[in-house]
């Protein structure tokens, strides 16, 4: 990632731009003692402090830089069922009966995430709707043939449509399908963050920003060192994601290869009047595509087309980025051709080999989550709550998601990532036919 270019982006987030956040929390200073470690300030981190602070264990969260400045208060917002594996890790690695309980629990982090909403009162601008479509008949064949799996194996319905059907959720020349669903949907990811920082706190969490984890001793009390002060506690979650990529070698070395971070772009144009939206998405579902290099956008509360993709595998910020995302709205919206664009960003999101979610322990009271890949939303709330029930003794459900076997990126750290580059080239190539 080119930094200074990136710091830019970040910093002209259309979320950061409609938020007021609270003053910065002061960063950890001298020792502190908890019963709980949380090591990440994200949907991750906070889940699992709020639901360990409800079951009344003292927890600290350590943020390296501020409460969801990664890819939680920057993502596109979509909140969605399932995972972004797909359940065929889960049905070929622990059969059909831990592959539907898998299923069920992401349903469950649907459920889990509005009930946070309305227990805590945040204003996240919740929409329940999300809409798959396919831009060729062989990703159609595709997208019927998952819809059926869903609805046969899972019990999972969506309403699939096909030619000027498709008109009735969106208004595109692009696509040819489209599966529609009325449980997963979109919020604004940076105001839930902040909002379950908030609820966290409320219960007695203690939280630092600008606190980045130097080191961490593993023991029956584990110690994690800051530039100005430690923190001791009977347990540890790291809920770093990408930071642990980054950083891994220090904190959790055995852990940081299975994971890759990714770069994601978004664009937010100028707000579109209520209308154009109506008529562009009728329902104002979330909507993705279905190739392997994906486009997802939807509407902002105040009416903004928010348009994500051309993701970058190679750590640099893809270059004319604004322009190359402009051309890709137009083509699935030519309605929006020459509409203003105010805002660009990006940032990293973590992925893992197979991309399904990668949690487990690295020793007996240090435990992780990660490799959520694109797909976090929802399912980092589910994280939280299953390692706070594994910490409190009730780790069943925790173990299903322990027991798939992730592989490191192959390379090493210094030739996965080109690695990564040229099997992402076949697969867009692949979108392409």
């Not at 490799?371 to 003794?393: C, D, K, N, P």
Request: hydrophobic share 45%; charged share 20%.
């Amino acid at each position: 990632m080119l930094l200074d270019s990136d710091t830019q982006l970040n910093r002209q987030s259309y979320y950061e731009a409609s938020v007021r956040r609270p003053p910065p929390l002061p960063p950890l200073q001298g020792q502190v003692d908890a019963d709980v470690l949380v090591v990440g300030a994200g949907f991750a981190g906070l889940s699992a402090a709020l639901e360990l602070a409800g079951r009344g264990y003292r927890v600290v969260v350590l943020e390296a830089d501020r409460v969801c400045s990664g890819a939680s208060g920057r993502n596109g917002g979509q909140a969605i069922v399932g995972y972004a594996s797909g359940q065929q890790p889960f049905e070929d690695q622990l059969g059909p009966g831990l592959a539907r309980q898998a299923w069920a629990m992401s349903l469950e982090a649907i459920d889990l995430m509005d009930q946070r909403i309305a227990r805590y009162g945040i204003a996240c601008d919740r929409v329940k709707g999300y809409l798959t479509v396919a831009d060729s008949a062989r990703k159609a064949r595709a997208l019927a043939a998952e819809a059926e799996a869903l609805a046969h194996d899972y019990g999972f319905h969506s309403e699939l449509v096909t030619g000027a059907d498709v008109g009735r959720f969106i208004d595109s020349p692009r696509y040819c399908a489209a599966a529609f669903e009325a449980t997963s949907g979109h919020l604004h990811p940076l105001k839930y963050g902040l909002g379950l920082a908030s609820a966290a706190r409320s219960l007695g969490v203690q939280m630092f920003e600008y606190s980045p984890v130097t080191s961490l001793k593993r023991g029956p009390l584990v110690e994690a060192a800051t530039a100005q002060g430690s923190v001791r506690a009977r347990f540890a979650v790291l809920a770093g994601n990408c930071t642990l990529a980054e950083y891994g070698a220090t904190i959790a070395p055995e852990i940081a290869p299975r994971i890759m971070p990714v770069g994601t772009y978004i664009i937010a144009t100028a707000p579109l009047g209520p209308a154009l939206c109506a008529r562009l998405i009728p329902n104002n579902a979330a909507v993705s595509d279905n190739n392997f290099v994906l486009d997802y956008f939807r509407f902002s509360a105040d009416h903004r087309l928010l348009f994500g993709g051309r993701v970058s595998y190679s750590a640099a910020t893809p270059r004319k980025l604004q322009q190359g995302m402009r051309q890709r709205m137009e083509a699935v919206f030519p309605a929006l051709h020459g509409a203003a664009v105010e805002f660009v960003w990006g940032g990293f999101v973590d992925i893992s080999m197979n991309r399904a979610p990668d949690f487990g322990r690295v020793s007996p009271n240090v435990y992780y989550l990660q490799g959520f890949s694109g797909h976090g939303v929802a399912a980092t709330g589910l994280g939280g709550r299953l390692v706070a029930e594994a910490i409190a003794g009730q780790a069943e459900r925790f173990d299903v998601f322990a027991r798939l076997k992730h592989t490191p990126f192959p390379g090493g750290r210094w030739l996965r990532m080109p690695g990564l580059v040229l099997g992402m080239a076949y697969y867009r190539l692949r979108d392409l036919l």
